[in-house]
């Protein structure tokens, strides 16, 4: 899946290893590491972000500020949102993971975000993964970004939980199999008629920790779960 939405968003045949340039479909930062991508993308010279890609500021980290510093901070992502139209979520809106699965990502998309756990959406089927903050900038600014292309690690689901079992322990479980290190810049491909028995609240647990894995990314396929879920959230 991941090759899969790699080479439609860079136009060539992406295949483990090789280096691409991507699309970017939405870019995200939250406001402990969203400040620093802000002054970034300003200091490379952009004004606004690229037309074609998604930009969302979420104020969820550091919310209600517990700082000076932090409300500072909070004014210049309002300041930046004001002066390019991208969308904020103000304190109290909610935590821009859950956020970003519930009204922004959709299967294929391919999503960047200033926070290790942007992997998330990858419970909907996209390619969602964490970068730093000054990638984030350019990714903003220009509208897409190089990736190299993650070698994929097929995870099989069967069967149902037991009583008292989650998708925490899932993921704990696997974790604990291939060790912390054990996915390393690797796409986690969950497949298996298993995945029929998991709710997207499941899988975005699952998704969500790939990158205590080392994950690059982790991500379950698009199904009539996942339709319904997309139909819910309007």
């Given at each position: 899946l991941s090759e899969k939405i790699l080479s439609s968003k860079s136009g060539v045949d992406a295949v483990a290893g090789q280096i691409v340039?991507?699309?970017?479909?939405?870019?995200?930062?939250?406001?402990?590491?969203?400040?620093?991508?802000?002054?970034?993308?300003?200091?490379?010279?952009?004004?606004?972000?690229?037309?074609?890609?998604?930009?969302?500021?979420?104020?969820?980290?550091?919310?209600?500020?517990?700082?000076?510093?932090?409300?500072?901070?909070?004014?210049?992502?309002?300041?930046?949102?004001?002066?390019?139209?991208?969308?904020?979520?103000?304190v109290g809106e909610g935590v821009c993971h859950q956020r970003v699965a519930e009204s922004l990502a959709k299967p294929g998309d391919l999503i960047v975000g200033s926070d290790s756990h942007t992997v998330t959406a990858g419970a909907l089927g996209a390619f969602a993964c964490g970068m730093g903050s000054t990638d984030i900038a350019v990714a903003m600014g220009l509208g897409e970004t190089w990736f190299r292309v993650p070698e994929s690690i097929r995870v099989v689901l069967t069967g149902r939980f037991e009583?008292?079992?989650?998708?925490?322990?899932?993921?704990?479980?696997?974790?604990?199999?291939?060790?912390?290190?054990?996915?390393?810049?690797?796409?986690?491909?969950?497949?298996?008629?298993?995945?029929?028995?998991?709710?997207?609240?499941?899988?975005?647990?699952?998704?969500?920790?790939?990158?205590?894995?080392?994950?690059?990314?982790?991500?379950?396929?698009?199904?009539?779960?996942?339709?319904r879920y997309l139909i819910a959230q309007g």
């Open positions: 340039i991507a699309r970017v479909d939405i870019a995200f930062l939250q406001d402990t590491t969203g400040p620093l991508t802000v002054r970034q993308f300003r200091a490379a010279g952009f004004k606004r972000p690229a037309s074609s890609v998604k930009t969302a500021l979420f104020l969820d980290h550091a919310a209600p500020s517990p700082s000076f510093q932090l409300s500072n901070d909070h004014l210049l992502l309002r300041d930046f949102a004001g002066e390019t139209g991208a969308l904020l979520s103000e009583t008292g079992v989650t998708a925490k322990d899932l993921i704990l479980y696997l974790i604990g199999k291939i060790g912390a290190d054990g996915a390393t810049y690797k796409a986690l491909e969950f497949c298996g008629d298993g995945v029929a028995a998991l709710s997207i609240s499941d899988r975005l647990t699952v998704a969500n920790m790939a990158v205590e894995a080392g994950a690059k990314n982790g991500i379950f396929p698009a199904d009539e779960i996942t339709r």
